[in-house]
């Protein structure tokens, strides 16, 4: 279990609000919308309303007693900034904030942030994947060039084994799990692939495209 100050709760961050508390981390929500704040309450561990860009308000909170703060602020990117920098100055060990322009990414990795996240590209890149072939059933990029991938698997496959496709030696994909209703990492070279599965498979995005033919 984690301690996490969330900053910014709008759909973003009421959105991390609630996966958090599925995953069963302490979460202090903070914004300066009292709505917005009432929203998240069923979520989190506690929750104020505040200025994360007063220092003393940020400095009444603790900062160096959580073990990530999250700048989830979207409409305002000074505050989110400005936020940042607050929070690493008060000694925060780990800032992850928000960004929704590559050009923000630079400043805040500049000023405070450890790491950025760019929802809106990410998830453009990820309904772009998901779109270009009926056999891609999802996909989580990794960096630039290799991405996990659950396809569809080809007719060509149906009762043939690991070892006899062997598209790690052929492509250099590595087959992470077999999903029938439940996701089954427990591969071995004699796991068999039925029509009725999908696959979750490891590489470079040129080979993945090479060997499921997209």
Excluded at 22 to 44: F, G, I, K, T
Excluded at 141 to 163: N, Q, R
Excluded at 171 to 182: D, E, F, K, Q
Aim: proline residues 2%.
């Amino acid at each position: 279990m984690k301690s996490v100050l969330l900053i910014g709760l709008g759909r973003f961050g009421k959105h991390i609000c609630m996966k958090l508390n599925e995953l069963d981390h302490q979460v202090m929500a903070v914004d300066c919308d009292e709505e917005r704040v009432n929203e998240v309450l069923p979520y989190v561990t506690n929750a104020q309303i505040g200025d994360s860009t007063n220092e003393e308000f940020l400095e009444e909170l603790g900062i160096d007693n959580y073990d990530a703060c999250i700048v989830a602020i979207g409409d305002n990117f000074q505050n989110s900034l400005e936020t940042a920098y607050l929070l690493k100055k008060l000694g925060a060990k780990k800032v992850i904030a928000r960004t929704s322009r590559e050009i923000q990414e630079k400043f805040l990795l500049a000023n405070g942030a450890d790491e950025v996240v760019y929802p809106e590209k990410q998830l453009a890149a990820w309904t772009a994947i998901r779109c270009s072939s009926d056999t891609i059933l999802d996909y989580i990029e990794l960096d630039e060039d290799y991405a996990i991938y659950e396809m569809a698997i080809p007719e060509s496959w149906h009762g043939k084994t690991v070892i006899e496709l062997d598209i790690r030696k052929k492509y250099g994909i590595n087959v992470l799990g077999i999903r029938n209703g439940t996701l089954n990492m427990n591969i071995t070279p004699d796991t068999v692939f039925d029509k009725e599965n999908s696959v979750l498979v490891l590489g470079h995005e040129k080979a993945i495209n090479k060997c499921f033919h997209i």
